[in-house]
């Protein structure tokens, strides 16, 4: 229940345009759930979902754990909502199925608004859309228009996988015939897995590639950064580092460190392998591939060329 509040409070702001609708639903980079927008409002350079040219008109679409759906349904049918004044959803009929919707008044600052928002399930995911809309546009941007918007919400399977790869920060060549690819921070992470679901992605190989910013900037520290990054993978218990030592990738300096731990949701005996890859500043590459201990000798030479296939943009 403590997510409840979050889920239904964005600020959002209007546009003058006719509320009539593009024809086909449209997906924000890099995500499952998309919707057909109101004619005007076209995908954001800046944040995911939607708004007009001069910017006034916003709305944001984003991904949530799937237990935030559940959560809200369950207050739903019970009809128990903290707070003195709970903001109460009611049930509106989308494409992706039952949503939940909320409409208040509220003030950005000085300005009356009308704020909307919406989460809807998925597919191990929940789906959130919303609007904020100023008093002085709802002749325009009416709450039946917003309303009619957010019934188009509908989910896809997944992301397509060139769509996905295309918006992280570096390429990657090669995937080593992983079944599995989902972002699971668009345009900065992304996994790559043979496990379909949550609890058989630790029970197959899998890799996790993305950024940091946090990588030291002195070679003499990078031994033990490595060493503490790999204290922190999440996911595993009774950890024990077997091999940490420098290494080339790709032409730059890295440092590969091999844990053998045990995977706490599958209760697997697995041995994880990360690599830091440093570049400019304290930016660094980090991979971490895991396999159930039994696939090691498989899996490690698929892993190593996914990242070697790796490369800047």
Partial sequence: MKNIGRLFALGLLWAGLSPAFAADP????GLRIGMTPLVGLAPSKSFPGF????HSV???IAELPAAAY????AAFQTNSFPGPNPIKPESLQTAAGEGFYTAESAKDGDT???RYSMIVPGDAFSGYIAMQVPENATKIYSADAVRQMFATAVVRKQVPVE????LLPFKITELSAFKNVRML????TILLADGEDEPGIEMAPFMVIGTIASAPTQPEDRGRFAQQAAGQIPGLRDGRVTMSEPLRIGGSPGYETRVEATSVKANTPVTVVQWLRFGSGNQALRIIASTPRDDWSKAFPRFRAVRDGILPR
């Fill in 185 to 188: 921070a668009p345009g900065s």
């Fill in 26 to 29: 449209v997906y924000p980079p």
């Fill in 163 to 166: 769509e996905q790869l295309g």
């Fill in 51 to 54: 708004e007009t040219e001069d």
């Fill in 70 to 73: 559940g959560e809200v349904k």
């Fill in 58 to 60: 916003k709305v944001l």
């Fill in 112 to 114: 009356p608004v009308r």
